[in-house]
């Protein structure tokens, strides 16, 4: 469940960083779920446990993380921006209550990700370890390995 839900929030900002004006004032925001648009913002009614839950466990990672708002997370999309240190790819259940989330960092085993560890940890993750450097060939095992939707 978290990773379509991390999914449903990623594939709208990948689209908004090939296809948006960043030199407007904001983006559109139609295509974000709901209740990611809500969780930064303090719209706490339509913010649901999960990503209640995930906002705090966001803080507790980040030593006090404040919570990302909506405008200043998907403008870290434009692909001019130097400040995201990776690229999104795909997110594997990789168990029960385990899913890995792949990005490309370019070979890079150290990249700035708090914005990945806010639509992770908001999309339910309860806990996030990493990132470590892996082979693409890896990936492909894994996502080879599940099964069909």
């Not at 930064?40 to 006090?64: I, L, N």
């Amino acid at each position: 469940m978290a990773a379509e839900r991390l999914r449903s929030v990623l594939a709208p900002a990948v689209r908004l960083g090939c296809t948006a004006d960043f030199e407007q004032e904001s983006l559109p925001v139609d295509e974000v779920p709901g209740w990611f648009a809500a969780v930064g913002s303090g719209g706490e009614e339509r913010v649901p446990q999960f990503a209640r839950a995930g906002r705090g466990a966001y803080a507790e990672h980040t030593g006090g993380g404040r919570p990302w708002h909506l405008q200043d997370w998907l403008y870290r999309f434009d692909p001019d921006e130097d400040s995201r240190g990776w690229e999104w790819w795909d997110a594997t259940v990789a168990g029960p209550s385990r899913v890995h989330v792949w990005v490309d960092s370019w070979g890079e085993s150290f990249f700035g990700c708090q914005d990945l560890l806010w639509a992770a940890f908001t999309a339910g993750a309860v806990r996030v370890e990493g990132p470590t450097v892996q082979k693409a060939a890896v990936w492909s095992a894994e996502r080879n390995s599940q099964p069909n939707p």
